[in-house]
């Protein structure tokens, strides 16, 4: 079993929808959770960055994370063609030199 | 957020030949690098995780001669890949974090080399 499981889709959605894009993990010594947008050949943008449980918002896009489950979500609201990307999740433990585990990516296609 | 700069943003090279890659953190001091491969439609996976001015730790499975890191400075390291062969080919994409005090940012990414091995 993969430490951090995602559906690797594709999605597809049409403008103004409600994405969800949702990732579980088995380690409870992950802290620190992540969100990245990578599109095609470039590297991976953060997105959303959180610590523990809860939510983060940041204009369209908001992080929950729910550590008593181990599951992790990112909703984008009023989807636009320029979301479409591919989303990795990632996570980590605490310290400076961690590196990150991710999620295998849910590629993701807004429809105009 | 801070600026990752990966150079170059693709390269071809002929096989046996050897091919550098460099990763520089622009706005900030980067204590900790990482190097990922990413295969098409697949996730990253992560090479080696570098230091300054200390030997890189590789992953399991990755020959550490044959893809050498290198971290002379905190805002620049590289990866070259060695006697480069078809198989090679692959995206290679460094992430670069500060060091202390911020213990608990968060990695920042290069923009990816698409390398070609013919």
Redesign the interface.
């Known amino acids: 079993q993969k430490e951090v499981e995602q559906d690797p889709g594709p999605l597809s959605v049409p403008e103004g929808a409600i994405v969800s894009l949702n990732c579980t993990y088995s380690n409870s010594a992950f802290q620190?959770f992540?969100w990245?947008r990578q599109y095609s050949?470039?590297?991976?943008?953060?997105l959303m960055?959180t610590?523990s449980s809860g939510n983060k918002e940041d204009g369209r896009f908001t992080a929950q994370v729910d550590k008593s489950s181990k599951y992790i979500s990112l909703f984008i609201r009023d989807s636009q063609p320029s979301d479409s990307a591919t989303y990795?999740c990632a996570m980590r433990v605490?310290?400076?030199?961690r590196?990150?585990t991710?999620?295998?990516?849910t590629?993701l296609t807004v429809l105009p | 957020g801070a600026v990752v700069s990966q150079h170059p943003s693709w390269v071809i090279c002929k096989s046996g030949t050897s091919v550098k890659i460099e990763c520089r953190s622009l706005d900030f001091q980067a204590t900790t690098m990482f190097w990922y491969r990413q295969f098409p439609k697949q996730s990253l996976m992560l090479m080696a995780t570098s230091n300054e001015g200390s030997k890189a730790t590789y992953e399991q499975g990755v020959e550490k001669d044959k893809f050498l890191i290198n971290h002379a400075s905190l805002t620049l390291s590289t990866l070259t890949v060695t006697s480069a062969h078809p198989e090679d080919s692959s995206f290679y994409i460094c992430s670069a974090r500060q060091g202390p005090p911020f213990v608990n940012t968060e990695a920042f990414f290069g923009q990816g080399t698409r390398l070609t091995v013919v």
């Not at chain 1, 050949?41 to 953060?46: T, V």
């Open positions: 620190y992540m990245y050949r470039k590297g991976p943008e953060l960055y610590y990795l605490s310290g400076s030199a590196q990150l991710f999620g295998s990516g590629q």
